[in-house]
């Protein structure tokens, strides 16, 4: 060979490298081999595509397999959420394509982080790519050629997260490869992909909830037991499942932590991966949508979704499909973040293994069938594996990122035209605006509705001057609304408004909708008791007002002197907590109205007595409250409020309902000592508590109160909740050596005694049933509906009783509480027959006086008109719903047992019903 050719043939050879470099990147041979040992082979189907059944070779980069010591999908092996996190920073540390970011910690000082994935010039001018992002965000004032502009020189950001749900394991070791994958691959797709996207990943968002699931995973091995024989009773500290449930109030740190996140990062897509049906759902919906989805957005998922059927499709994969699954109705999703911010919140479901393992395809024939949204159905008798899991998602993720980086000038557009309309439609059309007034009863609470609003990214005015505001503008109608100067006033010509608006609207569910996935009604100021204006008059945008730059805060006040303060009870948590705030002083509680120094009270005003120093202000002062200070004790009729000695209880079955009730319960600063239903069973485990708090408890196997006092079926080994070498993060909120048992008839009869004794036994939800069922309060019965579907929603409830303490600070005769379907409780009438009242003729008086106070009595009911009934959801059958008891306080001995057919603690949504169950909690000595 001359030098001449040798000479070409280098330059010829340059040449090839360059052009394709893709075909000479070298394979990582072990780790590819694994992959496709893990892949379950089939003779007519396919597990995996040609996107991820290789893995590309990196000198620099350490794969998964490198850092962890497997290769994700391997049976048997889950990464706890420190060494995910160390496999994340290891390729950020060796990736210039590669930056990691914490997202902050959770409620148990984990990390939850961010990786974000680009091309090196993209990496090294993230900051401008997050402003540019942001001006599309928010449009206002962009002018046309800015606008141009920023469409041609931004990138979609494109953000991905991992296992919300604990036991939904697969998503954090895809992860994993994919962040490798994308890192280094030098395919032409994946650089156009890092060109033209910038793909942030998040692998753990419930990250207490993944330590949890790794520990009850290896568990489960060492026990030998079948794949989810062990329950994962905790998650996160407070919420299991419904960590998905708070993409409205914002209310666990998990949420808090993404919500930052996106507006920081300003995401174009925020896509939530999730595994339950088989073999990948992506998500559209059945509808009926939210109403403040932007129709674009709508769109935008049916056009990711049918790309990934078509391409995952075409590659042979079987079960992709969409539609059939979730309505897209309640935006409390973590996903819905998105929906309601000009983003795509979009999300898959795929198949799981519940764990890191393989088990063969079983599924009941009707998620078989080929519909028009299934076309390509999942198949029954193949082997899944978590590998196939993995497969599945990764691949489909690679599909959606190819499509936003070929059309990103499109998702971007579509980005920005979003915000403009949303800008534009709270400047031509009603509402224009909301007010919230400062002045009203419940201040404080109005105050945390301001600051939710403000998480959400949207802006809170504060009117500088009085105003009036035609209430119907354009007709005959010439009735004003006052807007006080304070008042805190939500524009709507702003691009973040669909937060507000949803949780101020008036959600309509038809009876022929598709069945819903969860709540059909949210609408929060009725929820909390705030009063709020919808403003149709676009004058309002012309007001002087000035932007709220820290969250509002609403101080209380004290006015006079004197040792004594009056402080009336407003009808809010505050108020009811103010016994506990204001521990160390002498509470008492009025127990009827009355005047002082000219002033009226209501019964259920607190009377204060000062000690020494200004604790008693500072505590009114502090809960936003109004207090009278006064020389004079009132003469009135009071009881002291003696602070009980609270028991929260859970069962081993779930602890995410009593976690909604411990985490309000925390939040407001009321301890309590939390017990299991199983310590009922050890004899005098009660007599250190006044009040025993049961929320509401999903039953073993979806059972009734049997089941719920049973437990789970004594069948194979113990199965404990314990803090252990192998499970080290196990046990720390309560531990057991074995999770199958409920309280027992020992601990049923220990709980009567309790409340015999003079406890009070609070009860709430399918928990209200227990009580009923175990004949403790006989008057008390229950009726299973026939018709009624009330399907988590709002609905108007009516004072029964306005002598109960529960409706201490009430102050209006019928208002909107949360219910959801069940229970439907009712006290039986008193026999008022000529016979009965004969027989009360002859028998002692004191014995007919104890009969009559044995009665169960009804606090407050559901409407006693059907048609009067819904304020917000669904309601079909209301006849079954009307009159029913929605609290009911019945006697047992010397003490009660409180029911709450509502769930007064509901999400962090209902702080309107807080205090119902606060006050029975407080005057749990005092009820009648
Ligand atoms: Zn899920």
């Known amino acids: 060979m001359s030098r001449v050719t040798l000479g070409v043939a280098l330059l010829v050879g340059l040449v090839l490298c360059a052009a394709s470099l893709a075909a000479q990147q070298p394979v990582d041979a072990e780790y590819t081999a694994r992959i496709r040992e893990l892949t379950p082979t089939d003779p007519k189907w396919k597990f995996t595509t040609e996107l991820v059944d290789y893995l590309p070779a990196s000198a620099t980069v350490p794969t998964p397999l490198k850092v962890l010591g497997y290769v994700p999908g391997t049976i048997g092996k889950l990464s706890y959420v420190a060494d995910i996190n160390r496999y994340f920073r290891a390729v950020a540390a060796a990736s210039p394509r590669v930056k990691l970011f914490s997202l902050g910690l959770s409620d148990e000082g984990r990390e939850m982080i961010l990786l974000a994935i680009a091309d090196e010039e993209t990496i090294t001018r993230l900051d401008d790519y997050r402003g540019r992002s942001a001006r599309l965000a928010d449009p206002r004032g962009l002018s046309g050629e ?173 079960g992709v499909w969409t539609h059939g699954f979730y309505d897209g109705w309640a935006p409390n999703y973590v996903l819905a973040i998105a929906n309601l911010h000009n983003a795509i919140g979009r999300f898959y479901e795929t198949y799981t293994s519940s764990g890191a393992d393989c088990h063969t395809v079983n599924l009941p024939a009707a998620g078989l069938e080929r519909v028009w949204y299934r076309p390509n159905p999942p198949v029954n008798g193949v082997k899944w594996c978590i590998r196939s899991n993995i497969n599945y998602q990764q691949s489909g993720v690679l599909v959606a990122l190819k499509y936003v980086a070929d059309n990103r000038t499109t998702f971007l557009d579509n980005y920005v035209t979003k915000a403009e309309r949303m800008v534009q439609r709270g400047r031509t059309s009603a509402p224009y605006a909301f007010v919230i007034p400062h002045g009203q009863r419940r201040a404080a609470e109005a105050a945390d509705l301001v600051n939710l609003f403000r998480s959400h990214g949207t802006e809170v005015q504060v009117a500088s001057s009085d105003g009036a505001l035609l209430r119907k503008p354009g007709g005959s109608d010439t009735t004003k609304v006052a807007v006080k100067a304070g008042d805190w006033i939500v524009r709507m010509d702003q691009p973040y408004t669909q937060t507000a608006r949803t949780l101020l609207a008036i959600q309509r569910y038809k009876p022929d909708d598709p069945q819903p996935y969860d709540d059909t009604g949210w609408t929060i100021d009725a929820l909390r008791h705030v009063e709020t204006i919808q403003v149709a008059d676009s004058a309002v945008l012309a007001m002087p007002m000035t932007m709220l730059v820290v969250d509002a805060k609403v101080t209380g006040t004290v006015t006079g002197s004197g040792p004594t303060y009056l402080v009336p009870h407003l009808g809010d948590w505050r108020s009811a907590v103010l016994p506990w705030q204001a521990a160390g002083l002498k509470v008492a509680v009025a127990e009827s109205a009355f005047t002082a120094e000219g002033q009226q009270y209501a019964a259920g005003t607190f009377i204060v007595t000062e000690g020494k120093g200004t604790a008693a202000r500072d505590a009114i002062n502090g809960l936003g409250l109004k207090g009278a200070a006064t020389a004079v004790a009132p003469a009135v009729a009071q009881h002291p409020v003696q602070l009980p000695r609270i028991a929260l209880m859970h069962t081993w079955r779930e602890t995410q309902n009593e976690g909604w009730v411990r985490f309000a319960l925390d939040q407001m600063g009321v301890p309590f000592t939390y017990i299991s239903d199983q310590s009922l069973r050890t004899p005098g485990s009660l007599d250190r508590f006044d009040v025993v708090v049961f929320p509401h408890a999903a039953a073993f196997g979806g059972g009734g109160s049997s089941t719920l006092l049973n437990g789970a079926p004594m069948i194979g080994p113990p199965i404990p909740w314990k803090k252990t070498a192998l499970t080290p993060n196990l046990g720390l909120w309560d531990q057991t050596d074995d999770m199958r048992p409920g309280m027992g008839l020992d601990g049923a009869a220990a709980l009567r005694r309790f409340v015999e004794r003079g406890g009070l036994l609070l009860v709430e939800g399918v928990t209200s049933e227990l009580p009923v069922n175990l004949g403790f309060t006989p008057s008390v019965s229950l009726t299973p509906a026939r018709t009624l579907r009330a399907r988590g929603a709002v609905y108007r409830a009516q004072v029964v009783r306005t002598d109960s303490p529960i409706l201490y600070g009430y102050e209006r005769r019928t ?86 057919a509502i769930r007064p603690f509901w999400r962090w949504q209902t702080q309107g019903s807080f205090a119902m169950a606060l006050n029975a909690i407080a005057n749990w000595n005092a009820l009648r």
Do not use: C
């Not at 044995?854 to 059958?877: K, N, P, T």
């Open 815 to 900: 208002f909107p509480v949360y219910f959801n379907q069940a229970p439907l409780l009712s006290v039986q009438q008193p026999d008022t027959s000529v016979t009965a009242r004969e027989n009360e003729a002859i028998m002692d008086p004191a014995q007919v006086a104890e009969q009559k106070r044995m009665r169960g009595r009804v606090i407050l009911q559901f409407h006693e008109r059907a048609d009067s009934l819904l304020v917000s959801g669904l309601l079909v059958g209301g006849e079954e719903l009307a009159r029913k008891a929605a609290v009911i306080d019945a006697p047992l001995g010397l003490g009660h047992v409180v029911y709450f």
């Open 146 to 318: 800015e606008r141009k502009r920023l469409v041609a020189a931004a990138k979609p950001i494109y953000w991905l997260t991992g296992s919300i749900h604990s036991p939904e394991t697969g998503s954090p070791e895809m992860l994993m490869e994919l962040a490798y994958r994308l890192a280094v691959d030098e395919s032409e797709r994946t650089q156009s992909i890092r060109k033209n996207v910038i793909t942030l990943i998040t692998p753990v968002l419930e990250v207490d909830g993944r330590d949890r699931v790794v520990d009850v995973y290896q568990l489960t091995r060492q026990l030998k037991l079948p794949r989810g024989a062990v329950s994962l009773p905790y998650w996160g500290k407070y919420t299991a499942h419904d960590n998905n449930r708070d993409g409205m109030v914002l209310s666990q740190q998990l949420t808090r932590n993404y919500m930052k996140g996106f507006l920081y990062w300003r995401p174009v897509v925020g896509h939530d991966l999730h595994e339950s049906v088989p073999f990948l759902y992506t998500s559209t919906g059945t509808g009926p949508y939210n109403d403040e989805f932007d129709p674009i957005v709508v769109n935008e998922w049916h056009q990711l979704a049918y790309e990934e059927i078509n391409e995952l499709t075409k590659r042979g994969l079987p």
